[in-house]
């Protein structure tokens, strides 16, 4: 069934972080008005009361369910327990209450992190289950699969409408920078542009640079999460991502240019790269969801670039 979300009360968890902040806007930009977007500190979503207050205080129709405990490959390796623990208890309550309040459309946020470590390149949906995940992120990997499994089991026994989106790593505007816990793209941005500021000779990343990723830009991320909040309706998992893969080799050159990095580029293989590759099959999105991504990686990077740019500007005055 097709939801037309403008004429709905829409729940955004997780609305203040990265990724919220672009699909609050991209709702608004759609025309819908009643948008509900909680904060942590208002409302903890690992706690079964506060999330029945906010079903009780939002009333809505749609959830977009983003909230989530994550981070880059370092916090993964430090905190597993803590990871698991807080986004199967929020997956969990947020779901079954979004069922008791019965909601429209559940629209839950999975992760490419939810891949089996060893899976054949481009991943395609109906590979999920068949393996293990990258151990590094195991535990993030596996709550996000619980969190599909709980929509399947809720449509069969209660046709309850949950649908599941396989989101690639992002990056864009408004990324964590924060070097204890971000991403890749944000993390390579930051130490590049510092050592270009620096003049520093080289610059060191992690892994030994073969790895290969597929970033997809947030804006876009957004736009196919509505996109298929209104039009996709099966309790099977779509891949939203761009559809190329990058070596972190390609990637960090690619920074260093756009930074203006000057220097040596070298890897540190003895660091851990973690999955080997990464590439999504985006045919069922293209099919089902009518989605495409736009952005190509280059413009995203300038853009993303020039926004912390503008962001440490603003935070030095
Ligand atoms: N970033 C990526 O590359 C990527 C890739 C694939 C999938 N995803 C998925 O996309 C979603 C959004 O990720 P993001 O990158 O935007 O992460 P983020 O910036 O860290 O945002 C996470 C959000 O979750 C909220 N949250 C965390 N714990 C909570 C709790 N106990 N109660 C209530 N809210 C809580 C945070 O709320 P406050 O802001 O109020 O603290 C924050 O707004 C997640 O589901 C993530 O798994 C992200």
Redesign the pocket.
């Known amino acids: 069934m097709p939801v037309a979300l403008a004429d709905r009360a829409v729940l955004v968890?997780?609305?203040?972080?990265?990724?919220?902040r672009h699909v609050v806007a991209a709702l608004r930009a759609a025309g819908c008005r009643r948008i509900v977007e909680?904060?942590?500190?208002e409302?903890?979503?690992?706690l079964e009361a506060d999330v029945e207050r906010l079903f009780a205080a939002a009333r809505p129709d749609v959830v977009l369910h983003?909230?989530?405990?994550?981070g880059g490959i370092e916090f993964n390796r430090r905190c597993p327990g803590e990871i698991f623990y807080?986004n199967v208890m929020?997956n969990t309550l947020v779901m079954e209450h979004a069922r008791r309040a019965g909601v429209a459309r559940f629209v839950g946020?999975g992760?490419?992190c939810a891949y089996p470590e060893h899976t054949p390149v481009p991943f395609r949906e109906a590979e999920l289950w068949n393996g293990y995940p990258e151990p590094t992120n195991g535990a993030y990997g596996l709550a996000?699969r619980a969190m599909l499994a709980q929509g399947q089991a809720y449509r069969a026994q209660y046709g309850f409408d949950a649908i599941h989106l396989l989101?690639?790593?992002?990056y864009g505007p408004g990324d964590?920078f924060d070097p204890a816990t971000s991403?890749v793209v944000p993390a390579l941005i930051r130490r590049f542009l510092e050592a270009a500021e620096a003049g520093a000779p080289e610059v060191v990343v992690w892994g030994d640079g073969l790895a290969t990723r597929e970033f997809l830009y947030v804006e876009d991320a957004a736009r196919g999460i509505l996109l298929a909040a209104e039009r996709y309706d099966s309790s099977e998992p779509v891949n939203l991502g761009a559809g190329f893969e990058i070596a972190i080799r390609e990637l960090a050159g690619l920074i260093a240019e756009l930074t203006g990095f000057r220097g040596a580029v070298t890897f540190d293989a003895s660091r851990p790269s973690g999955q080997r590759r990464r590439m999504a099959d985006v045919s069922r999105a293209r099919r089902e969801v009518g989605f495409e991504a736009r952005v190509g990686f280059r413009e995203g990077l300038a853009r993303t670039i020039e926004w912390y740019r503008r962001e440490r500007r603003g935070a030095s005055r």
């Open positions: 968890t997780g609305a203040g972080g990265f990724l919220g909680p904060r942590q500190k409302f903890d979503l690992t983003l909230a989530a405990c994550v807080r929020l946020i992760s490419v996000k989101l690639m790593n992002l964590n991403h």
